[in-house]
């Protein structure tokens, strides 16, 4: 059995061997199961770090690293170099809960439940049309508002692509009784296009490039908003055994290959690529 992610094999009861490796064909027979790595020579690594901060789910292991590990650090990080006077920390379900664990373990401000999600609603950032995204968050995710009414609330999401998401989620807590809401993201800003992992097809989405983030703080209505440092995303899974990351969507290194424009990106090209890629 193969799977993209260790939690389906626990999912079916098996045992996990090994990862599949960059650039390698794993052929299963009759006779058993064989690999194929020299029809592409040497294959540097490069696994997209977003994987770690919001793709997977928090109880699958990549490359020998935890998930649910990964993103606690994050919180740690960002409660040492982004702190905030605060009463509660709470997370956006579900890849910002395991850093408001780390970042209330770290800062020392309880740690609470702040939303409950609707679990039949899939994932609003990959949802087509901004109406859609904007109706999903209205159902996924309901307040508790005994949690966070007249309390100062350090808020955990993985990340701030074009703000309305978070804008709504914002004042879904400020509807609730929240007094003050500290935006903390387990990522760095997204300031470059990505046709591979994240899927972000040009600057225009980006709230990042075209504001500084005081005004992105303006806009989604935090009183405060602070981003994990770029030097902190490489730490997040330290006992990976993953030669490298791609981070190009927030840093601009390693980026997809020119020849993929924006333009070709929109239209059929990019799946094209990425099915002969798989």
Known sequence: ???????????????????????????????????????????????????????????????????????????????????ADADIVIGVPDSGLDAAVGYARQSGIPYGIGFIKNRYIGRTFISPGQKSREDKVRIKLNPIASVVRGKRVVLIDDSIVRGTTSKRIVNLLRDAGATEVHFRVTAPPFLNPCYYGTDIDSRENLIACRHTIPEIAEIIGVDSLGYLAQEDVHCLADSSACGGYCDACFSGKSAPSPGLSTKKAKGGLRNEKLFRIL
Not at 1 to 13: I, N, P, W
Not at 39 to 46: A, F
């Open 1 to 83: 059995m193969v799977a993209s992610e260790s939690c389906a094999l626990d999912a079916v009861g098996a045992s996990f061997v090994r990862d599949v490796e960059p650039g390698e064909v794993v052929v299963f027979e009759p006779s058993g199961v064989r690999s194929i790595r020299e029809h592409c020579g040497e294959c540097k690594p490069s696994l997209c770090v977003f994987e770690y901060i919001y793709f997977a789910r928090p109880d699958s292991v990549i490359d020998g690293a935890s998930v649910h590990e990964a993103r606690v650090r994050a919180g740690e990080f960002l409660a040492i170099k982004q702190p």
